[in-house]
């Protein structure tokens, strides 16, 4: 006699312990040019720049000041207060000028995407 009830497709989700995983993909697997494909959006999403934070601002000019105090210090018999000084001056225009130029690329770069879509 055949059956009345349907088969259910899918197997019951979860674990003894009560986790719910998600399983894998189920189709068919993708072909050489889907993975090639996938790859590149995701190395494209990757490279596209982030909104400006003044943290990363702060962690660019600290670096840029580093650099700066250990150029002035060899350049400069190793007198150590007046690179201080200009490391910390370059410090205050590095800090915001960073953060704005981080905010006209990222502008940039989103207005480049709309035209594009």
Do not use: C
């Not at 959006?41 to 580093?66: E, G, H, Q």
Request: glycine letters at 6%.
């Amino acid at each position: 006699m055949a059956q009345t009830k349907r088969k259910r497709r899918t197997k019951h989700r979860g674990n003894a312990a009560g986790t719910v995983e998600a399983r894998g993909r189920t189709g068919r697997p993708p072909t050489p040019e889907e993975r090639k494909k996938q790859k590149q959006t995701a190395r494209a999403a990757a490279r596209a720049p982030k909104p400006p934070t003044w943290t990363s601002a702060l962690k660019k000019a600290s670096l840029a000041t580093a650099f700066i105090f250990i150029f002035l210090l060899v350049t400069n018999k190793f007198k150590i207060v007046p690179a201080l000084v200009f490391a910390l001056f370059a410090m205050l225009l590095y800090l915001p000028s960073g953060y704005y130029l981080d905010g006209y690329i990222y502008r940039r770069y989103q207005k480049k995407q709309l035209q594009n879509r």
